[in-house]
């Protein structure tokens, strides 16, 4: 099987990821006044499944899996139905903050960063489906 080069979608994925990220910023200020809000949830688990997904499929497979943990979270809180709990907000912030800063390296840079230590810590610390 042959490798596909997925150069010439580089600039799609920068520019949709750094929508995900936008939108992402606004989902977590919404749960700052309203923890409980299913809509907002939802959005949220839905905007990082999609960055993530899109991360994998263009081979940056840290940057996918750490939005992967986050994922993991918001769908448990979707399907529990259960609030946010903004305990986790700091944790949640940095790691899509360092979601952000792989982005722009993979623009500047043409590599992603290795997140593999936001990842365990995170992992560590969010509760529900692992």
């Known amino acids: 099987m042959s490798q596909i080069d997925l150069s010439s979608y580089k600039s799609l ?3 949709t ?13 919404s749960l700052k006044k309203n923890s409980g809000d299913l809509v907002v949830i939802t959005q ?6 999609s960055l993530g997904s899109q ?9 996918g899996a750490l939005c992967q943990i986050i994922e993991s979270y918001f769908h ?9 709990d903004l305990k986790y907000l700091a944790d949640v912030e940095t790691s899509i903050r360092k979601v952000r800063e792989s982005v722009t390296n993979i623009d500047r840079l043409d590599h992603e960063l290795d997140l593999s230590l936001n990842e365990t810590n ?9």
């Open 13 to 15: 994925y920068i520019k």
């Open 17 to 29: 990821a750094r929508e995900y990220l936008e939108k992402l910023d606004a989902n977590l200020a």
């Open 44 to 49: 949220t688990h839905l905007n990082i499944h």
């Open 55 to 63: 991360s994998y499929a263009m081979g940056y497979n840290s940057t």
């Open 76 to 84: 448990f809180l979707k399907e529990s139905n259960t609030p946010f």
């Open 122 to 130: 995170l992992f560590e610390k969010l509760p529900g489906e692992s």
